[in-house]
Protein backbone atom coordinates (compact mmCIF):
# COMPACT_ATOMS: atom_id res chain seq x y z
CA UNK A 1 0.00 0.00 0.00
CA UNK A 2 2.68 2.73 0.65
CA UNK A 3 5.40 0.96 -1.35
CA UNK A 4 5.68 4.71 -3.74
CA UNK A 5 5.86 6.46 -0.34
CA UNK A 6 9.20 8.05 0.28
CA UNK A 7 9.92 8.30 3.59
CA UNK A 8 7.55 8.47 6.91
CA UNK A 9 9.02 5.22 8.38
CA UNK A 10 7.16 5.72 11.74
CA UNK A 11 3.77 6.70 10.60
CA UNK A 12 4.13 4.00 7.66
CA UNK A 13 4.92 1.36 10.43
CA UNK A 14 1.99 2.18 12.61
CA UNK A 15 -0.45 2.22 9.46
CA UNK A 16 0.44 -0.88 8.83
CA UNK A 17 0.49 -2.61 12.06
CA UNK A 18 -3.15 -1.32 12.58
CA UNK A 19 -4.51 -2.62 9.25
CA UNK A 20 -2.98 -6.02 9.46
CA UNK A 21 -4.36 -6.22 13.15
CA UNK A 22 -7.63 -5.32 11.78
CA UNK A 23 -7.74 -2.53 13.63
CA UNK A 24 -8.64 0.59 11.95
CA UNK A 25 -10.46 3.25 14.00
CA UNK A 26 -13.03 5.69 12.72
CA UNK A 27 -11.16 9.09 12.48
CA UNK A 28 -7.20 9.62 11.77
CA UNK A 29 -5.87 13.19 12.29
CA UNK A 30 -2.28 13.40 10.34
CA UNK A 31 -0.42 16.27 11.70
CA UNK A 32 3.05 18.04 10.72
CA UNK A 33 4.68 21.01 8.33
CA UNK A 34 2.79 21.75 5.47
CA UNK A 35 4.17 19.80 1.52
CA UNK A 36 6.29 16.70 3.19
CA UNK A 37 3.40 14.45 1.80
CA UNK A 38 0.39 13.86 4.68
CA UNK A 39 -2.22 14.15 1.97
CA UNK A 40 -0.03 11.65 -0.12
CA UNK A 41 -0.35 9.35 2.29
CA UNK A 42 -4.10 9.19 3.36
CA UNK A 43 -4.24 8.95 -0.92
CA UNK A 44 -2.38 5.71 -0.67
CA UNK A 45 -4.17 4.69 2.54
CA UNK A 46 -7.28 5.02 0.91
CA UNK A 47 -6.64 3.62 -2.21
CA UNK A 48 -5.60 0.32 -0.90
CA UNK A 49 -8.69 0.50 1.39
CA UNK A 50 -11.29 0.91 -1.32
CA UNK A 51 -9.79 -2.22 -3.34
CA UNK A 52 -11.93 -5.06 -3.46
CA UNK A 53 -9.21 -7.66 -3.82
CA UNK A 54 -6.34 -6.29 -1.53
CA UNK A 55 -3.88 -8.99 -0.79
CA UNK A 56 -3.17 -8.01 3.17
CA UNK A 57 -1.87 -4.26 2.96
CA UNK A 58 -1.15 -4.86 -1.32
CA UNK A 59 -3.91 -3.34 -3.47
CA UNK A 60 -4.01 -5.22 -6.56
CA UNK A 61 -4.34 -1.72 -9.24
CA UNK A 62 -6.65 -3.92 -11.33
CA UNK A 63 -10.52 -4.03 -9.76
CA UNK A 64 -13.31 -1.80 -10.19
CA UNK A 65 -12.26 -0.18 -6.61
CA UNK A 66 -8.80 0.70 -7.73
CA UNK A 67 -9.66 1.87 -11.34
CA UNK A 68 -12.28 3.88 -9.57
CA UNK A 69 -10.14 5.33 -7.47
CA UNK A 70 -7.22 5.94 -10.21
CA UNK A 71 -9.59 7.97 -12.25
CA UNK A 72 -10.64 9.66 -9.38
CA UNK A 73 -14.33 8.76 -9.49
CA UNK A 74 -15.04 6.42 -6.33
CA UNK A 75 -18.38 6.48 -5.38
CA UNK A 76 -17.16 6.12 -1.72
CA UNK A 77 -14.12 8.18 -1.89
CA UNK A 78 -15.43 11.96 -0.56
CA UNK A 79 -12.44 15.00 -0.66
CA UNK A 80 -13.22 17.74 1.34
CA UNK A 81 -10.61 21.05 1.11
CA UNK A 82 -11.29 24.42 2.12
CA UNK A 83 -12.83 27.06 -0.47
CA UNK A 84 -10.68 29.76 0.12
CA UNK A 85 -9.49 30.53 3.53
CA UNK A 86 -11.25 27.55 5.33
CA UNK A 87 -13.42 24.66 4.81
CA UNK A 88 -17.56 26.07 4.77
CA UNK A 89 -20.01 24.78 7.29
CA UNK A 90 -22.37 24.36 4.31
CA UNK A 91 -20.06 21.70 2.92
CA UNK A 92 -19.78 19.81 6.66
CA UNK A 93 -23.88 19.78 6.73
CA UNK A 94 -23.56 18.37 2.74
CA UNK A 95 -20.79 15.61 3.94
CA UNK A 96 -23.71 14.80 6.61
CA UNK A 97 -26.32 14.60 4.66
CA UNK A 98 -24.07 12.04 2.29
CA UNK A 99 -23.17 10.01 5.58
CA UNK A 100 -26.93 9.24 6.03
CA UNK A 101 -26.21 5.99 2.98
CA UNK A 102 -24.37 3.52 3.21
CA UNK A 103 -20.83 2.94 1.27
CA UNK A 104 -22.15 2.45 -2.20
CA UNK A 105 -19.62 -0.28 -2.90
CA UNK A 106 -20.87 -2.11 0.44
CA UNK A 107 -16.98 -1.85 2.20
CA UNK A 108 -15.91 1.22 3.68
CA UNK A 109 -15.95 4.78 2.92
CA UNK A 110 -13.33 7.06 2.91
CA UNK A 111 -13.55 10.65 3.87
CA UNK A 112 -10.33 13.07 3.23
CA UNK A 113 -10.89 16.53 4.77
CA UNK A 114 -7.70 18.88 4.16
CA UNK A 115 -6.41 21.40 6.32
CA UNK A 116 -8.58 20.74 9.26
CA UNK A 117 -7.08 23.78 11.18
CA UNK A 118 -9.08 26.02 8.80
CA UNK A 119 -12.56 24.85 10.09
CA UNK A 120 -13.94 27.90 12.12
CA UNK A 121 -16.07 27.45 15.45
CA UNK A 122 -19.16 26.41 13.58
CA UNK A 123 -18.17 24.35 11.16
CA UNK A 124 -15.96 22.59 13.42
CA UNK A 125 -18.80 21.93 15.67
CA UNK A 126 -20.99 20.46 13.21
CA UNK A 127 -17.72 18.11 12.08
CA UNK A 128 -17.86 17.42 16.04
CA UNK A 129 -21.46 15.72 15.85
CA UNK A 130 -20.46 13.30 13.27
CA UNK A 131 -17.24 12.51 14.82
CA UNK A 132 -18.85 12.04 18.15
CA UNK A 133 -21.39 9.67 16.42
CA UNK A 134 -19.82 8.01 13.45
CA UNK A 135 -21.99 6.26 10.99
CA UNK A 136 -20.75 2.83 10.61
CA UNK A 137 -18.36 2.05 7.76
CA UNK A 138 -16.82 5.16 7.18
CA UNK A 139 -13.29 6.24 7.80
CA UNK A 140 -11.98 9.81 8.46
CA UNK A 141 -8.69 10.98 7.60
CA UNK A 142 -7.85 14.78 8.90
CA UNK A 143 -5.06 16.29 7.04
CA UNK A 144 -3.88 19.44 9.47
CA UNK A 145 -0.82 21.80 9.35
CA UNK A 146 0.74 22.30 12.53
CA UNK A 147 0.98 26.22 11.38
CA UNK A 148 -2.24 27.01 13.54
CA UNK A 149 -3.97 24.68 16.55
CA UNK A 150 -6.71 22.46 15.49
CA UNK A 151 -9.17 22.79 17.74
CA UNK A 152 -9.40 21.07 20.74
CA UNK A 153 -12.92 18.99 20.19
CA UNK A 154 -11.57 17.94 16.60
CA UNK A 155 -8.39 16.67 18.07
CA UNK A 156 -10.43 14.81 21.04
CA UNK A 157 -12.11 12.64 18.50
CA UNK A 158 -9.53 11.80 16.29
CA UNK A 159 -5.97 9.34 17.06
CA UNK A 160 -3.05 11.64 16.18
CA UNK A 161 -0.60 10.47 13.75
CA UNK A 162 2.36 13.10 13.86
CA UNK A 163 4.30 13.37 10.56
CA UNK A 164 7.74 15.09 10.47
CA UNK A 165 9.92 16.97 7.41
CA UNK A 166 11.28 14.42 5.00
CA UNK A 167 15.27 14.23 5.08
CA UNK A 168 16.80 16.16 2.25
CA UNK A 169 18.07 13.59 0.48
CA UNK A 170 14.89 11.71 0.55
CA UNK A 171 12.99 15.04 -0.21
CA UNK A 172 15.47 15.54 -3.27
CA UNK A 173 14.04 12.07 -4.87
CA UNK A 174 10.65 13.55 -4.50
CA UNK A 175 11.26 16.35 -6.17
CA UNK A 176 13.21 15.07 -9.05
CA UNK A 177 10.86 12.25 -9.09
CA UNK A 178 8.36 15.21 -10.08
CA UNK A 179 10.37 18.14 -11.62
CA UNK A 180 13.03 15.68 -14.03
CA UNK A 181 14.45 18.57 -15.79
CA UNK A 182 16.19 19.71 -12.48
CA UNK A 183 19.46 18.93 -11.91
CA UNK A 184 20.18 17.25 -8.03
CA UNK A 185 21.62 20.11 -6.96
CA UNK A 186 18.50 22.44 -7.75
CA UNK A 187 16.75 19.64 -6.25
CA UNK A 188 18.71 19.72 -3.32
CA UNK A 189 18.96 23.13 -2.80
CA UNK A 190 15.20 23.54 -2.91
CA UNK A 191 15.21 20.47 -0.54
CA UNK A 192 16.93 22.22 1.79
CA UNK A 193 15.45 25.75 1.88
CA UNK A 194 12.13 24.01 2.04
CA UNK A 195 13.18 22.34 4.81
CA UNK A 196 12.77 18.52 3.36
CA UNK A 197 9.29 19.68 2.67
CA UNK A 198 8.61 18.42 -1.36
CA UNK A 199 5.26 20.04 -1.72
CA UNK A 200 6.35 23.04 -1.01
CA UNK A 201 9.92 22.75 -2.93
CA UNK A 202 7.40 22.23 -6.19
CA UNK A 203 5.10 25.02 -5.70
CA UNK A 204 7.97 27.19 -5.11
CA UNK A 205 9.95 25.49 -8.06
CA UNK A 206 6.68 26.27 -10.14
CA UNK A 207 6.24 30.51 -9.38
CA UNK A 208 8.66 33.65 -9.46
CA UNK A 209 9.66 33.35 -5.57
CA UNK A 210 12.66 30.64 -6.05
CA UNK A 211 13.90 33.18 -8.48
CA UNK A 212 13.45 36.68 -7.07
CA UNK A 213 14.91 34.57 -3.65
CA UNK A 214 18.22 33.86 -5.92
CA UNK A 215 18.52 37.58 -6.57
CA UNK A 216 18.42 38.19 -2.93
CA UNK A 217 20.72 36.19 -1.67
CA UNK A 218 23.36 37.07 -4.44
CA UNK A 219 22.86 40.61 -3.12
CA UNK A 220 23.05 39.94 0.21
CA UNK A 221 26.21 37.62 -0.37
CA UNK A 222 27.78 40.17 -2.76
CA UNK A 223 30.58 42.80 -0.34
CA UNK A 224 31.03 44.81 -3.59
CA UNK A 225 26.91 45.96 -3.37
CA UNK A 226 27.33 49.02 -1.02
CA UNK A 227 26.30 52.73 -1.00
CA UNK A 228 23.85 53.93 -3.70
CA UNK A 229 24.25 50.93 -5.96
CA UNK A 230 23.19 48.75 -2.80
CA UNK A 231 19.74 51.65 -2.36
CA UNK A 232 19.19 51.17 -6.08
CA UNK A 233 19.28 46.94 -6.14
CA UNK A 234 17.27 47.48 -2.85
CA UNK A 235 14.23 49.54 -4.12
CA UNK A 236 13.83 46.99 -7.32
CA UNK A 237 13.84 43.85 -5.51
CA UNK A 238 11.65 45.47 -2.83
CA UNK A 239 9.22 46.51 -5.75
CA UNK A 240 9.17 42.85 -7.23
CA UNK A 241 8.78 41.15 -3.99
CA UNK A 242 5.61 43.48 -3.15
CA UNK A 243 4.20 42.46 -6.91
CA UNK A 244 4.42 38.71 -5.69
CA UNK A 245 1.42 38.49 -4.07
CA UNK A 246 0.88 35.51 -2.28
CA UNK A 247 4.55 33.83 -2.84
CA UNK A 248 5.46 37.15 -0.66
CA UNK A 249 5.32 34.67 2.26
CA UNK A 250 7.14 31.75 0.82
CA UNK A 251 9.65 34.47 0.18
CA UNK A 252 10.23 35.32 3.14
CA UNK A 253 10.30 31.48 4.17
CA UNK A 254 12.92 30.88 2.36
CA UNK A 255 14.90 33.87 3.14
CA UNK A 256 14.71 33.16 7.39
CA UNK A 257 15.90 29.83 6.46
CA UNK A 258 18.65 31.42 4.69
CA UNK A 259 19.58 33.61 7.36
CA UNK A 260 19.63 30.43 10.07
CA UNK A 261 21.70 28.50 7.51
CA UNK A 262 24.14 31.46 7.59
CA UNK A 263 23.78 31.65 11.47
CA UNK A 264 24.40 28.13 11.72
CA UNK A 265 27.66 28.06 9.46
CA UNK A 266 29.12 30.47 11.56
CA UNK A 267 29.25 28.14 14.60
CA UNK A 268 30.59 25.06 12.17
CA UNK A 269 34.35 23.96 11.71
CA UNK A 270 33.59 23.29 8.66
CA UNK A 271 35.19 25.46 5.18
CA UNK A 272 33.16 25.96 2.20
CA UNK A 273 35.02 24.48 -0.12
CA UNK A 274 34.50 21.11 1.79
CA UNK A 275 30.74 21.08 1.46
CA UNK A 276 29.16 20.66 -2.03
CA UNK A 277 25.53 21.63 -1.13
CA UNK A 278 25.17 24.68 -3.21
CA UNK A 279 22.63 26.26 -0.49
CA UNK A 280 25.26 25.85 2.30
CA UNK A 281 28.24 27.51 -0.18
CA UNK A 282 25.50 30.59 -0.29
CA UNK A 283 24.92 30.96 3.04
CA UNK A 284 29.02 30.54 3.81
CA UNK A 285 29.14 33.26 1.24
CA UNK A 286 26.61 35.79 3.26
CA UNK A 287 27.97 34.59 6.78
CA UNK A 288 31.35 35.94 5.49
CA UNK A 289 30.10 39.47 4.25
CA UNK A 290 28.25 39.54 7.75
CA UNK A 291 28.89 38.93 11.63
CA UNK A 292 26.70 37.25 13.57
CA UNK A 293 25.27 40.06 15.40
CA UNK A 294 23.79 41.72 12.18
CA UNK A 295 22.99 38.51 10.82
CA UNK A 296 20.59 38.12 13.76
CA UNK A 297 19.51 41.04 13.15
CA UNK A 298 18.50 40.37 9.52
CA UNK A 299 16.15 37.26 10.49
CA UNK A 300 14.30 39.70 13.44
CA UNK A 301 13.84 42.32 10.13
CA UNK A 302 12.13 38.84 8.45
CA UNK A 303 9.89 37.92 11.54
CA UNK A 304 8.71 41.87 11.67
CA UNK A 305 7.94 41.94 7.78
CA UNK A 306 5.67 38.89 8.32
CA UNK A 307 4.08 40.05 11.21
CA UNK A 308 3.30 43.52 9.68
CA UNK A 309 2.16 41.74 6.67
CA UNK A 310 -0.44 39.56 8.73
CA UNK A 311 -1.50 42.62 10.44
CA UNK A 312 -2.16 44.25 7.13
CA UNK A 313 0.11 46.76 6.88
CA UNK A 314 1.22 48.24 3.46
CA UNK A 315 2.61 45.62 1.13
CA UNK A 316 4.54 47.74 -0.82
CA UNK A 317 5.99 49.86 2.46
CA UNK A 318 7.44 46.27 4.59
CA UNK A 319 9.23 45.30 1.40
CA UNK A 320 10.75 48.40 1.34
CA UNK A 321 11.93 48.68 5.01
CA UNK A 322 12.70 45.04 5.27
CA UNK A 323 15.23 44.94 2.02
CA UNK A 324 16.49 48.23 3.06
CA UNK A 325 17.29 46.70 6.45
CA UNK A 326 19.06 43.47 4.83
CA UNK A 327 21.16 45.64 2.92
CA UNK A 328 22.40 48.31 4.81
CA UNK A 329 25.28 48.09 7.23
CA UNK A 330 27.30 46.28 4.45
CA UNK A 331 30.45 46.67 6.34
CA UNK A 332 32.78 43.97 5.62
CA UNK A 333 33.25 41.03 8.60
CA UNK A 334 37.10 41.63 8.32
CA UNK A 335 36.71 44.93 9.89
CA UNK A 336 34.62 43.92 13.04
CA UNK A 337 35.92 43.82 16.04
Known amino acids: MFS ?25 LFSGPDGIGKATVALALAAGLLCTDRKGTTPC ?8 FASGNHPDFLHIAPEGASIKIDRIRSLKRQLAFSPFCGGVRVILLEEVQSLRREAGN ?8 PPPDNLFLCIASDSAPVLPTILSRCQMIPFAPLAHDQATDVILGQSPDLDRDQALQ ?18 DALALFGRLASALADPRLRGPAAVEEALALAADMAALKEEL ?4 GLLKTLLKDA ?3 GLDRR ?31 VEYAEKALAGNCNRGLVC ?13 LESVV
Open 263 to 265: LLV
Open 249 to 252: TVLL
Open 320 to 332: DVLILQLMSETEP
Open 271 to 301: TADADTDLAIKEAWRIRERWNLSRLSDKMNA
Open 190 to 207: LARITEGAPGRALAIEAG
Open 61 to 68: GRCPGCLQ
Open 126 to 133: SLLKILEE
Open 4 to 28: AIVGHERPLRLLTRILKGDRLGHAY
